[in-house]
């Protein structure tokens, strides 16, 4: 009963004066149509590249160099894409990269979100300092700690296995940072009223402040799975045979396979092939982040 009244007490304590201040806060048409247009005309110039990729991949090599180019396949190569899957063990390259992607995301969530929870919620000796000590490793960029990390990883018999790529992923220092502020601008009386209902910190985590923070866990997890699925310098280190490689790591072998600039075709219909999960992922974790725009409210 405490938890529900303070839930509902930001909500009220808004009332008319809230709506009021948003009504005055808004802009002119006129305004708002001009940022709509340049906003629109930036995302037209930043989507050139990907729908030059999409439309080549089913184009012939004579179409692709045409000036001025041009964006409509005339006629459409729908061969491309059957021949970009059967170059190698494609379906085994997207199977290792989206194993790797998966486990590492959800680790990450798990990890992260309850560093960031204890980091924010938690009082402890040495707190703060412990997560300064934690921020400082992104300061490291890993091609410098490369050569060490591997000869561990070789002496442990992981070089060729994707263990490598997950295993030290598992934490990362900004999803922890990410998860952190974001619990800190949840108000304490939350907290307050699921303790006096009796509630433990793990449980406050899962059911009272988890729920609150599903935008986060799906920005985390658009960047993480995003990060690793186009991941090349690490697949490029540790996994040396045909079969163990990433997708990433397999596109290169086009080049070989495919005489590099004589098969454009193939080549950016194996690349749109290697796209299209990131863009689903976004579709579906896209309505998280107009969600986390509308909780920002919740702090009173």
């Not at 059957?82 to 290792?96: H, I, M, S």
């Not at 959800?106 to 707190?127: E, H, K």
């Not at 004589?262 to 990131?278: C, D, E, K, R, Y």
């Amino acid at each position: 009963m405490q938890l529900a009244r303070t839930l509902a007490t930001p909500r009220a304590a808004r009332g008319a004066d809230g709506e009021s201040g948003v009504a005055g806060r808004r802009r002119s048409p006129l305004r708002s149509a001009i940022i709509h247009l340049l906003l629109a005309a930036v995302g037209v110039m930043w989507m050139i590249p990907f729908i030059w990729m999409v439309s080549t991949s089913f184009k012939h090599l004579s179409q692709v160099f045409v000036y001025p180019p041009e964006f409509i396949p005339n006629p459409w190569i729908w061969t491309n894409y059957p021949r970009a899957v059967t170059a190698g063990p494609f379906l085994n390259w997207v199977f290792n990269s989206f194993r790797i992607a998966v486990l590492v995301t959800v680790g990450q969530l798990i990890t992260c979100s309850l560093g960031g929870y204890a980091f924010a919620r938690l009082r402890f000796p040495g707190r703060d300092t412990l997560f300064l000590m934690y921020l400082a490793t992104m300061m490291i960029p890993g091609q410098v700690t490369i050569i060490p990390v591997f000869v561990m990883m070789n002496r442990l018999g992981w070089v060729d296995t994707p263990l490598p790529l997950i295993i030290p992923a598992l934490a990362s220092a900004w999803g922890t940072f990410l998860f952190r502020q974001f619990y800190l601008t949840l108000p304490k009386e939350l907290e307050d009223a699921a303790k006096i209902d009796g509630c433990s910190y793990f449980r406050i985590y899962t059911q009272i402040l988890g729920p609150l923070a599903k935008p986060i866990f799906a920005t985390q997890a658009v960047f993480s799975f995003m990060g690793h699925w186009n991941d090349l310098f690490g697949p490029l280190i540790y996994l040396q045979t045909k079969t163990s490689k990433t997708l990433t790591v397999g596109l290169l072998q086009f080049r070989a396979d495919y005489q590099g600039l004589n098969q454009w075709g193939i080549m950016m219909a194996g690349l749109t092939l290697s796209v299209l999960p990131i863009l689903i992922l976004f579709v579906v974790g896209q309505r998280y982040f107009v969600q986390g725009i509308a909780l920002t409210g919740i702090k009173g």
